[in-house]
């Protein structure tokens, strides 16, 4: 814990009173970014997931991945444990979750060009202001991948003042973090180091990370800003690998892949000018990011896999607001260019992609109703960086819907239409004889037809939503492991059909009983072929979150949390012969203590000890299976200090 040390030698302490944990949320009063610009929740036409900063706070959770357990129409599903490799499933796509949701930190994209899922152990949760999601396709305002929804993660604008914290828990976990900011009025500055070390639950889990960072706001004249952001990340970490059903039963802490570890160091860099003229206001980044990753894989027949990746990017923006009378018009136009070019999965790779887009919408001045259209054109063209082999796709999507109040009522409606393009790795395959990784120009495009609808009802100490999603599918990329070594990418040649029912709500009581819940219902199914019927692999159909948060007094505060996960059949079963992933019920509980600028905390995860699997996979050829064991009780505390 030397690192640690450091951090806390770096800061001065200073007392500051802890600011007190927000007691409800009034959607019309929060601005979301849910159209690529802040406006109310309300105007939004999809429903719209908030994890506030006082969410953040009083979760006390290790990383992202574990705030997003028992959410609205959310799963997450862990292989390491860590959360260094945690899927989210937005929803309902099993194997395929990670290439049809997007992930956005401050509208930045980092979702990855190839089939990595974002690495929610990079994102420091002291850095996040507030965490948007946006249920249902999104392709014209984010393009490719849009499909199941999208995650934004808005980070915290420098203030002056800092904070430090301090953790340590089970199987050898200890954290730390450090920020610092700086406010003038004209110029904010702020920067962050942190930290993690956890041996995991089980054997080959270990995970260290490593993050600094920064970010500047200045002032230039009362109408141009210009804003810079970076950070750089390093991780290394265990991949424990499956287990079989005998072995999980015997210990399932154990792994039989001691070799196999993987790596990854992540930089970025992101600058722009925001500017107002008139009614005009424009938004001009630019970013740079570089991603090398590594894996080791050992056994009987050893290989390493290396990716190492150059993005540069730029996604200007422009919009123009205008009152004509009692109506408000809002206009966006946009642009998303990003030039990729790296080493994926052996081959010597590049991916350009630009897409343009402008959304209209109408409302009167109290967003009693507001109405939007918009449309996107995208060309993604992938080839090999000698020119030898190319192949370029062009999509276009739509996005038609309303938000309408009658009185305490709020109706939303949307269509649209999604796409997604092949992942780089996606157009790569090994066949035999000779096993050689190869170019395959012959992938589809992905596209989605959605509708949307949901129903909210809100009083000023509580709130009621319930939502219908329906996404029916074309060409569906999907893993089919029965080609090739590692297996190939293939389209599904009938459609697919994803359903999703969400039901969710909130009551403030009691200061002592603040409630909130969800329960999701997915049904991911294919509509013909040998599979006509069948369920989706790796989808559970339901799904409850529930949460009991009690401020006892001004410092001191508790809640417990509780998560049930339907079972699911295991990855590559598209027949849905194979025994199923087991339901579980997780019951977790945190307690903190604020005392002068310091607040002392715990957490407890996994009440009652459950043993229980997220993730299985089984081999269409040999039936064996591969089973991911989760980690059992464990319990995390510290304390942080705000200066």
């Known amino acids: 814990m030397g690192w640690l040390a450091v951090m806390l030698a770096t800061l001065p302490l200073t007392a500051m009173p802890h600011a007190a944990l927000a007691q409800t949320q009034n959607l019309g009063e929060i601005n979301v970014t849910s159209g690529r610009v802040e406006a109310p ?7 719209v997931t908030i994890i506030s900063r006082a969410d953040i706070e009083a979760s006390h959770a290790a990383n992202v991945a574990d705030l997003f357990k028992g959410s609205a129409g959310i799963t997450v599903r862990d292989t390491s444990g860590t959360g260094a490799k945690a899927v989210i499933d937005l929803g309902g796509f099993g194997d395929s979750a990670a290439s049809n949701k997007v992930v956005l930190i401050d509208g930045r994209r980092i979702s990855n060009p190839d089939l990595a899922e974002a690495d929610w152990t990079q994102i420091p949760l002291d850095q996040i202001e ?141 600058s722009g000018l925001l500017a107002s003229i008139g009614p005009v206001e424009f938004d001009l980044p630019v970013s740079y990011r570089k991603r090398n990753s590594f894996a080791h894989f050992g056994g009987a027949f050893p290989f390493d896999s290396t990716s190492v990746l150059r993005t540069v990017s730029t996604r200007p923006k422009a919009v123009v607001e205008q009152t004509y009378g009692e109506v408000k018009t809002q206009v966006i136009a946009g642009a998303d260019i990003d030039k990729v070019k790296g080493t994926v999965t052996g081959l010597d790779s590049k991916r350009n992609r630009d897409g343009y887009y402008t959304q209209l919408s109408l409302s009167d001045r109290d967003s009693a109703y507001v109405v939007s259209g918009g449309y996107r054109t995208e060309r993604v063209k992938d080839a090999l960086s000698d020119g030898s082999s190319a192949i370029s796709n062009r999509l276009s999507a739509y996005d038609v819907g309303a938000s309408l109040a009658f009185g305490d009522f709020r109706l939303r409606l949307n269509h649209n239409k999604s796409i997604r393009f092949p992942r780089l790795d996606e157009r790569t395959e090994y066949l035999p004889p000779l096993f050689v990784a190869s170019f395959r120009p012959d992938l589809l495009p992905q596209t989605g037809r959605h509708y949307n609808a949901s129903l909210r009802y809100t009083q000023p100490s509580a709130w009621l939503e319930v939502s219908y999603q329906q996404a029916k599918l074309k060409h569906e990329i999907y893993l089919d492991p029965t080609v090739g070594f590692f297996g190939t990418n293939s389209n599904y040649v009938d459609p697919t059909m994803h359903r999703v029912l969400t039901l969710s709500g909130f009551w403030h009581a009691h200061d002592l009983a603040q409630l ?128």
């Open 516 to 643: 909130s819940g969800n329960y999701t219902m997915v049904r991911a199914t294919f509509q013909g072929g040998a599979f006509s019927g069948n369920r989706i692999p790796g989808v559970a159909q339901n799904r409850v979150g529930l949460d009991v948060k009690s401020d006892w007094t001004q410092d001191i505060s508790t809640g417990l949390h509780a998560t049930y996960v339907g079972s699911s059949f295991m990855i590559n079963d598209q027949l849905n012969t194979r025994p199923r992933i087991k339901s579980y019920f997780l019951l977790d509980a945190t307690a903190s203590y604020r005392w002068q600028g310091a607040e002392f905390f715990v957490r407890v995860d996994n009440l009652t000890n459950k043993k229980y699997i997220t993730t299985g996979a089984v081999s269409p050829s040999s039936g064996a299976f591969g089973l991911y064991p989760a980690a059992t009780i464990s319990a995390l505390g510290g304390v942080s200090y705000r200066f």
């Open 130 to 270: 507030r965490i948007e999601i946006v249920h249902g396709g999104g392709s014209v305002l984010y393009g490719d991948g849009a499909v199941g929804g999208v995650i934004n993660l808005i980070t915290r604008v420098p203030q002056s003042g800092g904070e430090v914290r301090l953790a340590g828990g089970s199987f050898g976990k200890q954290n730390g973090m450090a920020r610092y900011g700086i406010d003038t009025g004209r110029l904010r500055l702020g920067a962050n180091v942190s930290g993690d070390k956890n041996k995991g639950y089980r054997d080959n889990s270990l995970l260290e990370r490593f993050d600094i960072g920064g970010r500047f706001e200045g002032d230039l004249t009362d109408s141009i800003m210009w804003y810079g952001s970076g950070n750089h990340h390093k991780d290394r970490f265990g991949l424990p690998g499956g287990l079989t059903q005998a072995q999980v039963d015997a210990n399932p802490r154990q792994s039989l892949q001691l070799q196999n570890h993987g790596s990854t160091i992540d930089n970025f860099i992101d």
């Open 41 to 47: 929740a309300i105007q939004s036409n999809k429903p």
